[in-house]
Structure formats: structure tokens, C-alpha cells
């Protein structure tokens, strides 16, 4: 039994769906980065006549089992876009859930964390955020911070457009008096020092990037499904690697095969 197959024993059945998928992966092409827009909550609640708080709590249980199976396939970095600048928009009542179960979730889940050895970072203008929630991200942030596996990171109050802004203020603030290149503006974004997504994904259909990590994904491969983020379990996760290994990663080149020889 491959290494690999070793760190599913007793998650996953090895007669399962998930375990055939498993089997198919090659483990020396996963992801080294994979971004998720986590969509779909309210529509899953919407079809079950449910408010859009059950939704959101439901989307919780999807969050853990993505995080778990990364996790134990290796993934170096995992992003998961929680919360938008944008959705400040959304009802009062709704924010005040959804930053409630934020704060639920940091405190439950810690131990979790702690068990795969997982190290938490929040990105996206924290300070903006109410004061017991950038505690409990402090406490979360501080409590994994010695630990060696997968990097978790969490997008909240985040704005990809306002990220490349903030970068560029950096480097003003700096007083570079070079011109601004690719490697500086990468080098003082939220996301410094990982790397670019291979892989984003996104549930519920919708086909658009939701101003999330602009520049960080200019080559990452989108794959997108109808899933909706409640219903989003490790099965879906393996598909999603599953097709990446599958596509042929060319950044802005040819495949060999298709170069003529012109002597």
C-alpha cells in the first residue's frame, strides 16, 4: 500500500468511491497550492426552505472535510475564501452570524488543527474585522504557529482588487525609488512567501472568480462544479485533483509534440 493510501486508513472505506479516486492520483503531481470560493451556502438553505444561517453552519461540516483530506493528501497550502469586503453588503443579521460561527469555528476546531499539525493564517484587512474575532484569529494564528504540515489560510474582509492596493502601498511606504517589478508586488501581497494557487476551485456553477486572489491565480487551472459548498465532501475534493492531474500545464507554451520542425 502506497504511502498515500496509508494516511486515508481510516478516514476513508476502501470500498468507497472516494478510495477508487484516491487509487487514480499520482503523488508526485499534486497541488502545491489550492484556492477554494466556497459558494452556495444560501442556495442550500433556499431549497430546503431553511434559513441562510443553516446554510452556513452546514457549510462548516464541508469546511472540515476539506481541510482533513488536504491535509492527509499532503497539500502544502489550502485558501478558503470565507468572507468578502464585498459581503458587507449582505444583512446585519447576517454578518453577525456569519462572524459568530466564524469565532464557533476557530474554538472547535483548534484541537483539529493542532492533531494534523496545521498552521493557521488569516488574510484580507483583519483590522476591519470586530475586535473578539481578530482575538480569537490572534489566539488561533499563535497556537499553530510551530506546527510543520499544511498551511491553512482563511480569506476574510478580503478583496483581491484591495490587495494589490495594499501591496503597492507597501512598497511606497518603503520608498523604493527603483521601478516596481512582478517579484516586489508578489513579495508584499497578504499571500508572501506561498505559493501561487495550481488549483481553485469553485462550488455551485457559477463561473467567475469573485474578485479572489486576482493575482496570485494567472496560471492556476479553475475548475469549477455544481456542487454546492454544504454538500462539498471529500469525494468532490479527490475529483477536482483528480482532473488537475489530468490537464497539461503549458503557461503560455505549446506541447513538444506540437513545435514543427522547419529545417
Same mark, same amino acid.
Given at each position: 500500500?502506497?504511502?498515500?493510501?496509508?494516511?486515508?486508513?481510516?478516514?476513508?472505506?476502501?470500498?468507497?468511491?472516494?478510495?477508487?479516486?484516491?487509487?487514480?492520483?499520482?503523488?508526485?503531481?499534486?497541488?502545491?497550492?489550492?484556492?477554494?470560493?466556497?459558494?452556495?451556502?444560501?442556495?442550500?438553505?433556499?431549497?430546503?426552505?431553511?434559513?441562510?444561517?443553516?446554510?452556513?453552519?452546514?457549510?462548516?461540516?464541508?469546511?472540515?472535510?476539506?481541510?482533513?483530506?488536504?491535509?492527509?493528501?499532503?497539500?502544502?497550502?489550502?485558501?478558503?475564501?470565507?468572507?468578502?469586503?464585498?459581503?458587507?453588503?449582505?444583512?446585519?443579521?447576517?454578518?453577525?452570524?456569519?462572524?459568530?460561527?466564524?469565532?464557533?469555528?476557530?474554538?472547535?476546531?483548534?484541537? *483539529?488543527?493542532? =492533531?494534523?499539525? #496545521? $498552521?493557521?493564517?488569516?488574510?484580507?484587512? @483583519?483590522?476591519?474585522?470586530?475586535?473578539? &474575532?481578530?482575538?480569537?484569529?490572534?489566539?488561533?494564528?499563535?497556537?499553530?504557529?510551530?506546527?510543520?504540515?499544511?498551511?491553512?489560510?482563511?480569506?476574510?474582509?478580503?478583496?483581491?482588487?484591495?490587495?494589490?492596493?495594499?501591496?503597492?502601498?507597501?512598497?511606497?511606504?518603503?520608498?523604493?525609488?527603483?521601478?516596481?517589478?512582478?517579484?516586489?508586488?508578489?513579495?508584499?501581497?497578504?499571500?508572501?512567501?506561498?505559493?501561487?494557487?495550481?488549483?481553485?476551485?469553485? *462550488?455551485?456553477? =457559477?463561473?467567475? #472568480? $469573485?474578485?479572489?486572489?486576482?493575482?496570485? @491565480?494567472?496560471?492556476?487551472?479553475?475548475? &469549477?462544479?455544481?456542487?454546492?459548498?454544504?454538500?462539498?465532501?471529500?469525494?468532490?475534493?479527490?475529483?477536482?485533483?483528480?482532473?488537475?492531474?489530468?490537464?497539461?500545464?503549458?503557461?503560455?507554451?505549446?506541447?513538444?509534440?506540437?513545435?514543427?520542425?522547419?529545417?
Amino acid at each position: 500500500m502506497s504511502d498515500l493510501l496509508k494516511r486515508f486508513e481510516g478516514f476513508l472505506e476502501p470500498s468507497s468511491r472516494e478510495w477508487q479516486l484516491l487509487t487514480q492520483l499520482d503523488p508526485s503531481k499534486l497541488p502545491q497550492h489550492i484556492a477554494v470560493i466556497m459558494d452556495g451556502n444560501g442556495r442550500w438553505a433556499q431549497c430546503r426552505r431553511l434559513p441562510r444561517v443553516a446554510g452556513h453552519r452546514e457549510g462548516s461540516k464541508a469546511v472540515r472535510a476539506v481541510i482533513e483530506t488536504s491535509a492527509r493528501l499532503t497539500i502544502p497550502v489550502l485558501t478558503l475564501y470565507a468572507f468578502s469586503a464585498e459581503n458587507w453588503k449582505r444583512p446585519a443579521t447576517e454578518v453577525g452570524t456569519l462572524m459568530s460561527l466564524l469565532e464557533e469555528y476557530l474554538r472547535k476546531e483548534l484541537h *483539529t488543527l493542532q =492533531e494534523n499539525q #496545521i $498552521s493557521f493564517r488569516a488574510i484580507g484587512r @483583519i483590522l476591519e474585522l470586530p475586535s473578539s &474575532v481578530q482575538r480569537e484569529l490572534r489566539d488561533v494564528e499563535t497556537a499553530t504557529a510551530g506546527n510543520g504540515g499544511m498551511k491553512l489560510v482563511i480569506a476574510l474582509n478580503y478583496s483581491g482588487r484591495l490587495e494589490i492596493i495594499d501591496a503597492i502601498n507597501r512598497i511606497v511606504e518603503k520608498g523604493s525609488q527603483s521601478p516596481v517589478t512582478e517579484r516586489d508586488l508578489s513579495e508584499n501581497l497578504y499571500t508572501a512567501g506561498f505559493p501561487d494557487p495550481d488549483l481553485m476551485i469553485r *462550488t455551485s456553477g =457559477e463561473m467567475r #472568480i $469573485s474578485n479572489f486572489l486576482l493575482w496570485q @491565480i494567472a496560471y492556476s487551472e479553475i475548475y &469549477v462544479t455544481d456542487v454546492l459548498w454544504p454538500d462539498f465532501r471529500p469525494f468532490n475534493l479527490l475529483e477536482a485533483v483528480l482532473n488537475f492531474q489530468r490537464r497539461e500545464r503549458r503557461y503560455g507554451g505549446i506541447r513538444a509534440a506540437s513545435v514543427v520542425n522547419t529545417r
